[in-house]
């Protein structure tokens, strides 16, 4: 199973180096294409912090399927709470990328996390 996991987290940082790639090129030869200029920051943040919840999330993978929903609900609600607080401070100190950044942290947040689930389906399949 380690090896199993040690893959997936190889694979989700091609991941988010494929991404970021997109990123950069759509900022470069679309630079009137709505991405936040803080779109690194953003991206980096959101691939610590997956990291950070699929590993928790991974110590409750081989307890009782009751135990890893608790806690795959509680750590997806403190991403939600954590990442709406960023999204209003942010909106609420730089109200004219306000929208931009939003769209962008959305963006991002949707395609990492949906990785990140079935990343943790294909290894629960597993044990």
Known sequence: MKSQIKST?????????AIFLVSFILQYYL???????RWPYILAFLYVFTIIAFVILLKFI?????MF??????????KLILFTAIILIYAWFNRS???SF???FFV?????TTYEIIALLRI???T
């Open 102 to 104: 939003t769209i962008t």
């Open 62 to 66: 081989e307890s009782r399927i009751s």
């Open 97 to 99: 990328e306000a929208i």
């Open 124 to 126: 629960q399949k597993m």
């Open 9 to 17: 987290l190889f694979i989700f940082t091609l991941y988010f180096i």
């Open 108 to 112: 991002y947040y949707l395609i990492l």
């Open 31 to 37: 630079p009137n294409f709505p991405i936040s200029s």
């Open 69 to 78: 929903a608790n806690a795959f609900m509680l750590v997806n609600f403190g």
